[in-house]
């Protein structure tokens, strides 16, 4: 086949490294309890590449794809006998000045499409099938924004990882052989005050992001006496080695109701890492020069998921609902 696959089939559940997308929906649900609520949402979980395939091939230009995440409690109930090494709830980080909150979520379903409609429906249906078992916490639609821009007029995700960098930066390897293949998963979703960051001048707000805001050129500020956003958010382990992480924000808003944000969604091969940007954001490196855009951008959410890979998540799945049928 010549080519990428999507030209032919839709994209597999759980494919982390599906294509950044024109649209799409961050659904965070909490799973009923009872043995029937969890053997219900995991038939649903075991088909999640069939309703791709039902929805995706209505137009396979629209590239619809689907990840499921596992929180750590819902994990707990579905795989008691082993879980990812990293995998715990979100912990709540209090700043000098700011805080992240630590919000409940079972299940994430990240669904991506380039046509809004596409993410819609398969949501549509998913929510039918999952029925009472599963109750929305919380139910984002996002959008890509000009030339992938967020709502404060900066272009995000810049530093993605790409090409053989993108699975060493978000699929867990060797190192925890059970779990191969899966990524962690932590969402914290923003309200933008627009009014105040427009009341910035544009030099300061390019200080506070560490890139320019026309043409996305990195500032360098290592000698600079506060730390940018870029600078605070780039990771480097105690063996000097950088860590990426895969980022598919998207902007949202509802214009009329003067509420405008930005959904982080952050993929990585190990959690840590992502807990080691938010602590630097929080609470500031060194303690106190926490980071600037969050006097403007504040966070509503923030839960962790691990995102199984597809035969991984099958394999559960079928466990789960033999294990049910076993029982009646």
């Known amino acids: 086949m010549s080519g990428n696959s999507w030209e032919r089939v839709p994209i597999n559940a759980q494919s982390i490294d599906a294509p950044l997308s024109q649209a799409a929906i961050f659904l965070v649900v909490g799973v009923a309890d009872g043995q029937a609520a969890l053997a219900k949402t995991c038939s649903v979980l075991g088909g999640l590449d069939d309703l791709v395939k039902t929805v995706g091939f209505r137009d396979l230009s629209g590239r ?44 994430l379903f990240h669904i991506r499409a380039e046509r809004p409609d596409l993410c819609f ?5 998913l929510l039918t099938s999952l029925g009472s078992a599963v109750t929305v916490v ?46 962690y998963v932590v969402v914290q979703k923003y309200l933008h005050d627009l009014d105040a960051w427009t009341r910035i001048p544009t030099p300061l707000q390019e200080q506070i992001i560490g890139r320019t805001k026309i043409d996305n050129i990195e500032i360098d500020d290592d000698d600079a006496p506060r730390k940018s956003h870029k600078s605070l958010a780039t990771i480097v382990g105690p063996d000097g080695v950088e860590h990426d992480i895969l980022r598919d924000n998207m902007p949202f808003g509802r214009a009329g109701h003067r509420e405008f944000g930005t959904y982080f969604i952050g993929y990585s091969r190990y959690l840590w890492v992502i807990e080691k940007m938010l602590q630097r954001m929080y609470i500031g490196d060194p303690p106190g020069a926490y980071d600037r855009l969050l006097d403007f951008s504040t966070p509503h959410t923030g839960t962790a998921f691990f995102a199984p890979a597809r035969p991984a998540l099958q394999a559960i799945a079928q466990d789960v609902t033999e294990g049910h049928s076993t029982a009646g």
């Open 138 to 183: 919380d139910e984002v639609s996002g959008f890509r924004y000009f030339d992938a821009r967020d709502l404060l007029g900066f272009v995000d995700g810049t530093a993605n990882p790409t090409g053989p960098d993108l699975p060493a930066s978000a699929l867990v390897g060797d190192e925890d052989r059970d779990f191969a293949g899966g990524s």
């Open 64 to 107: 619809l794809s689907c990840i499921a995440g596992i929180g750590s409690d819902l994990w707990n109930r579905l795989h008691p006998r082993s879980r990812p090494r990293e995998l715990k709830p979100f912990a709540r980080i209090e700043g000098k000045a700011h805080a992240a909150p630590a919000t409940p979520g079972d299940l």
């Open 121 to 125: 429906e398969f949501e549509r249906i």
